[in-house]
């Protein structure tokens, strides 16, 4: 196969393309936009400690996520460079479509095995059963010790009710102590977690 004449410029493009595609794909991804990620290189899967155990090894298999798309001879002759661009951001959008279905069935599966799930069970959603929720989730405290609250992700038919709920809840005394409680275990479970980090490192 005969080489490019300006590789240099051809490797400027493919670099160009890539950040392009990443950046489309990554504005599917929702509530995982913005996660923690890391790169890993080599292997079929991940083996990590768990949060709770370190003690505990866990292996998650990495899932496949692809998008293709066969070119025409005469297809690329007649192509624009706004088509070029159109085509990858439907790939890209497409791409990231599947990394998101793929987070959010391994964010189902470690709930359910890390028993953080809360089931109403068909019942109406309340303050209590929101709370409950809450101290199921893992909270992280930024260098003045606020709260960095989660994202929640709710179906959009359900918002007002979640946005009234909330009010409720501000307004609630008792809910606001609880939640007063709630958050200071977090801060204790959370700088338990920073210092252990900090021995091993």
Do not use: C
Request: proline share 4%; glycine share 4%; net charge negative.
């Amino acid at each position: 196969m005969a080489l490019p004449k300006y590789p240099e410029l051809k490797s400027s493009l493919e670099k160009m393309v890539l950040n392009y595609f990443e950046t489309k794909a990554r504005e599917e991804l929702g509530p995982f936009r913005d996660v923690r990620r890391f790169t890993q290189h080599e292997g079929r899967k991940l083996i990590h400690n768990t949060q709770d155990d370190t003690g505990k090894r866990k292996e998650t298999a990495f899932k496949e996520a692809k998008v293709e798309y066969a070119f025409k001879y005469e297809d690329v002759i007649n192509m624009k460079p706004e088509d070029v661009l159109e085509l990858i951001t439907v790939k890209a959008k497409e791409f990231g479509g599947q990394q998101l279905r793929i987070n959010y069935q391994v964010l189902d599966e470690t709930t359910k095995e890390a028993g953080n799930v809360v089931d109403a069970g068909g019942k109406p959603l309340t303050i209590d059963l929101f709370l409950d929720t809450i101290s199921k989730i893992s909270i992280d405290f930024d260098k003045f010790g606020n709260p960095q609250m989660p994202t929640m992700v709710i179906p959009e038919s359900q918002s007002d009710k979640y946005r009234k709920l909330i009010e409720e809840a501000e307004n609630d005394e008792t809910a606001k102590q609880r939640m007063e409680a709630i958050l200071a275990q977090k801060k204790k479970e959370y700088d338990a977690e920073q210092a252990s980090r900090k021995l091993v490192d």
